[in-house]
């Protein structure tokens, strides 16, 4: 199961994830919708090519892009950019350390954008890499032909929150709420246009990878997101959508944690919560339907995560791994 792991963690939720993605109805990968006036999202193509979605801006003289997306990934957010505006793209946002977040860093660069995050995500680069970037590699062509020795850090990283960049007809802000699904986890909020682009920490699907993450603290970050006036939710993977996204991704987590937290305290070991059943993991907890937009081929990972963390005292995310 460790090979599953480290293939989630980068980003590769495809297989486990094209069950159901197959009935989705609502994803529109590789489309870009505008949002708000000069606010486009563009939603990547997970099922095929294991990519996040991305938020572009028009600022007055530049965009703004959120995600470096995969190398893959980022040359088609890139040439959808030229389509939309012909200013070039001055910042690119990653939301986190995540190579579907990330690896496509170096594409940015070459062209000419500065890369930016939170101080956390170039940390998690630390802890993680380049590990995973040789290890992704030998999956994706694309981060293989970058040729790189491992991932290229954001070029530039700050620690105030909100980390504010703004030329008069725009104003746009960097968020920081804690730990959810990584260390670093950033947000991108527009409070004139009361759009917030969440990264993973926030998705609209069955698309939650917690083993870098904190699961007891995720729903104080969602918190922290819904503090804030939001019409618009614009998340990393899954389409877009309004604050019922927020709403449902902090139900799930806590929903998580209190069922494997009350199963615990029945006695309950590991085992009894994930099955292994002809090299399946099958989920022997039920989570409540108001919250069945997240549940998905994940689960057991999921509780085995929240099991540890639990058990441990500690964030998942602070356990080998
Ligand atoms: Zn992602
Ligand atoms: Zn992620």
């Avoid at 690119?92 to 995500?121: K, L, P």
């Avoid at 991108?188 to 007891?216: H, K, M, S, W």
């Avoid at 819904?226 to 806590?254: C, I, S, W």
């Amino acid at each position: 199961m460790r090979r599953t792991r480290l293939l989630l963690s980068m980003g590769f939720v495809v297989l486990l994830s094209l069950a159901f993605l197959i009935t989705r109805t609502d994803a529109q990968p590789n489309t870009i919708k505008q949002i708000a006036p000069g606010v486009w999202f563009r939603e990547g193509d997970l099922e095929h090519q294991g990519h996040c979605n991305n938020i572009i801006i028009e600022m007055k003289d530049y965009l703004i892009v959120v995600d470096a997306n995969f190398p893959s990934g980022a040359r088609a957010a890139m040439a959808d950019a030229k389509k939309i505006s012909s200013k070039p793209v001055k910042y690119v946002f990653d939301t986190h350390h995540h190579g579907d977040h990330a690896y496509g860093n170096a594409v940015w660069t070459q062209a000419g954008a500065m890369t930016i995050a939170y101080q956390g995500v170039a940390d998690e680069m630390k802890r993680y890499e380049p590990a995973r970037w040789k290890a992704s590699e030998k999956e994706r062509k694309d981060v293989a032909d970058m040729k790189q020795p491992g991932p290229q850090p954001p070029q530039q990283t700050f620690t105030d929150s909100p980390h504010v960049i703004t030329d008069g007809t725009r104003r746009v802000e960097f968020r920081f709420f804690g730990w959810a699904h990584t260390r670093g986890d950033g947000f991108v909020y527009l409070p004139q246009e009361r759009v917030l682009c969440t990264g993973d920490a926030v998705a609209n699907g069955p698309y939650n990878f917690t083993g870098d993450g904190n699961i007891g603290n995720w729903p104080k970050v969602v918190d922290g997101a819904l503090k804030l006036n939001v019409d618009h939710v614009l998340p990393g993977h899954g389409p877009a959508g309004g604050r019922e996204v927020l709403v449902g991704q902090r139900a799930f987590m806590l929903e998580l944690h209190n069922a494997v937290q009350a199963a615990i305290k029945a006695g309950k070991k590991v085992d009894d919560l994930v099955k292994s059943q002809d090299g399946k993991q099958l989920a022997q907890l039920q989570l409540p339907d108001s919250v069945k937009n997240w549940v998905g081929p994940s689960l057991p990972d999921q509780i085995k995560d929240a099991y540890n963390e639990i058990t441990n005292k500690k964030p998942a995310g602070d356990l080998p791994h």
